[in-house]
């Protein structure tokens, strides 16, 4: 198939330009991402393949459908930015890449814990300028803190297993408890005695309505003072002005996030030459407490070989007319 591949990066074209030659498939790399704007590039193409940072609203699906495009394929697991009702109205099939490395986000995961615990990245920086004073670097031990884990996927049970070797009382909440973590040992509760008993809260749910804002006031309110907060999932499920709230407060002592509620407007950018418009995530970035990354919790060798494989393996089923696993759709 001729793929038009949006919002390119260094590491997409080399990652994809090593398994090519195994697939029948031709890509056109661009840097923009797809909008009303870019929509023109994909004429003549069969399919677009675009990343999270990229909405696809139903106008954008309607001039991909004039254009003749086949597929949109997502180089991700969520898909709760495209409207995937325009897609199946306008006959377009969205495949995504389900459970590519739950190890590589799980590991992010911790490495947000494990700094904004024992504070590597202020010592980094101390050490370097001959400040070798550990006044203000006190952390906890892992050993024996309850973590509680929302959502026991793919993610939430990679990192079930992580902290179980670090000695946490583990607890989860999901809606479809799953055995494998019963069997780990791992106590399923309800989401308030989860806010109410956690030490650590990490969140590994999908972004839906009914997630949306899952950590809100009332939430912040019944967690334990001092709660660290970790969100490595999608930014909505963090009501971000009411962990401001929390962190000004001191009930949140610690908040890590990856992912950020308008983080389209700034991710996967360098804005290092600009002055940054967005008051919300200025605001958090002045606390010493917290740690944002970019949204790179997914970002080793290995996810983006697996991220590569079955983005092609997904478009090839679709040429020969198989059935894709990994479509998404309003009924699948
Ligand atoms: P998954 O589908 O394997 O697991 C999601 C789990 O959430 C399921 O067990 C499901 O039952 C549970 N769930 C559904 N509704 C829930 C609710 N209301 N409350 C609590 N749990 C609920 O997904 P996964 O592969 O583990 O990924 C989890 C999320 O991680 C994805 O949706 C995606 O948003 C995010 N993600 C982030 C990155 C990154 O780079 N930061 C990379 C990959 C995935």
Known sequence: MKIAFFSTKKYDRQSFNEQLESYSHTITYFEDILSPETVALAKGFDAVCIFVNNPLDRELIRMLSEIDIEVIALRSAGFNHVDLEAADDFGINVYRVPAYSPEAVAEHTVALILTLNRKTHKAYNRVRE???????????????????????????????????????????????????VKNMGVDYVSLEDLFRNSDIISLHCPLMPETKYIINREAIGMMKTGVMLINTSRGALIETSAAIEGLKSAKIAYLGIDVYEQEEHLFFKDLSERVIQDDVIARLMSFPNVLITGHQAFLTSEALHKITQTTLENLTLHEIGKNVPNKVSMNV
């Open 130 to 180: 001959n400040n070798f004073s550990l006044e203000g670097l006190t952390g906890f031990n892992l050993h024996g803190k309850t973590a509680g884990i929302v959502g026991t996927g793919t993610i939430g049970t990679a990192l079930l297993k992580i902290l179980k070797g670090f000695g946490c009382h583990l607890i989860a909440y999901d809606p479809y408890p799953n055995d494998d």
